[in-house]
């Protein structure tokens, strides 16, 4: 998919700088969507992590993730040697995941139905925290129960590289960086995508400090 196709001022509202591309099959980048809302949202995500905090969680295999998560909503992502799952409670304090904040949902939404995917509901809100150095190796999203609704993700921060794959391990990855603002809806064919994130590099961003924060909006159950 190396034909890309930008179109600046779909959105309605005639002063946003967004613009969309056209990464694959079911799969858009909106280019700075969320700029109108990063500070609502930075302020959402600082109040929920408070209740819910960034852990690095264990892999199956044992391995302890470089990248910080916590989660929001009714679902979370969790992992540790049983497996990768959703539960409804946090492990580390026991009790369920803070509410997705208004912010967060709002902005999904509207990114859901810029992408033509109306009445998203997402049950879930994957927090990602990279520091320099952290990665996300490539793989698939496949513990939620309905391969139907999207997934949206939002970037703030420092920009990273983000590797999109096929529906194949061993196919072809496109890479593509990933700023501040930007906001991706992965839908269709690309729902099943492999994808990953490539290390980190060092750099100061003025809205995060040294780090580079993803929310990922899923509809788990
Ligand atoms: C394509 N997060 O949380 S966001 C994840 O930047 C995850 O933190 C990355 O992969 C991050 O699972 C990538 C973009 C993304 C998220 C989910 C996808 C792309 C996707 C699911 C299917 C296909
Ligand atoms: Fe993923």
């Known amino acids: 998919m190396t034909d890309f196709n930008a179109t600046r001022d779909l959105f309605g509202a005639s002063d946003s700088p967004a613009t969309r591309l056209d990464i694959a099959p079911g799969a858009v980048l909106l280019r700075g969507f969320a700029l109108e809302d990063v500070q609502a949202v930075l302020e959402a995500f600082h109040t929920m992590t408070l209740a819910a905090p960034l852990r690095h969680f264990v892999t199956p295999g044992g391995q302890t993730m470089s990248v910080a998560m916590t989660n ?24 369920p995941w803070p509410a997705m904040p208004a912010p967060f949902l709002a902005l999904a939404q509207r990114a859901a139905r810029a992408a033509g995917f109306d009445g998203f509901k997402p049950d879930a809100c994957l927090v ?21 609704a999207p997934i949206v993700s939002v970037s703030l921060g420092l920009p990273a590289k983000f590797l999109f794959g096929g529906l194949e391990r061993t196919d072809k990855t496109q890479r593509i960086m990933l700023h ?7 839908g269709g064919v690309s729902r099943l995508a492999f994808h990953g994130v490539d290390t980190l590099k060092d750099g100061v961003h003025s809205a995060t400090g040294n780090c580079r924060i993803n929310l990922t909006f899923r509809k788990v159950w």
């Open 72 to 95: 929001c909503g009714e679902a979370g992502w969790v992992s540790d040697r049983r497996g990768y799952r959703y539960d409804r409670l946090d492990p580390i304090t026991g009790t």
């Open 128 to 148: 990602n925290r990279y520091v320099p150095g952290a990665r996300l190796t490539l793989h698939q999203d496949k513990n939620e129960r309905d391969f139907r």
């Open 180 to 186: 501040h603002g930007d906001v991706a809806v992965w």
